[in-house]
């Protein structure tokens, strides 16, 4: 209990750090790829979001989604590439092989 807090903590404040080193960049050329990061936690409305784009005139084979669960189950199949608490590390890396 004690270390999922501290590695909570460590993993905000990498977050909070690597935040504000954002740097602002202007594309001159149009989006060829979309990538979503979705937290299914609170968030259930994936399907929707993609028709969204879709009909704003993105290709679906474009739009790349990666979901974030609370509670991963390792042998349920996901419509999603899904990742859990259990594959991040102290440092906010991913341990999973789709993120290479």
Do not use: C, P
């Not at 979001?49 to 199949?77: C, H, M, P, T, W």
Request: no cysteine; charged share 30%.
């Amino acid at each position: 209990m004690f270390l999922n807090y501290l590695k909570d903590f460590f993993i905000k404040k990498t977050l909070k750090n690597n935040l504000l080193n954002v740097k602002n960049e202007f594309f001159t050329s149009n989006i060829q790829t979309i990538g979503l990061l979705i937290d299914e936690s609170d968030f259930r409305h994936s399907k929707e979001l993609i028709k969204e784009l879709v009909s704003n005139g993105i290709a679906s084979e474009k739009i790349k989604i990666v979901v974030y669960r609370n509670k991963f189950k390792d042998k349920k199949e996901y419509l999603f590439q899904t990742f859990g608490k259990k594959h991040v590390d102290w440092n906010g890396g991913v341990k999973n092989a789709f993120f290479d």
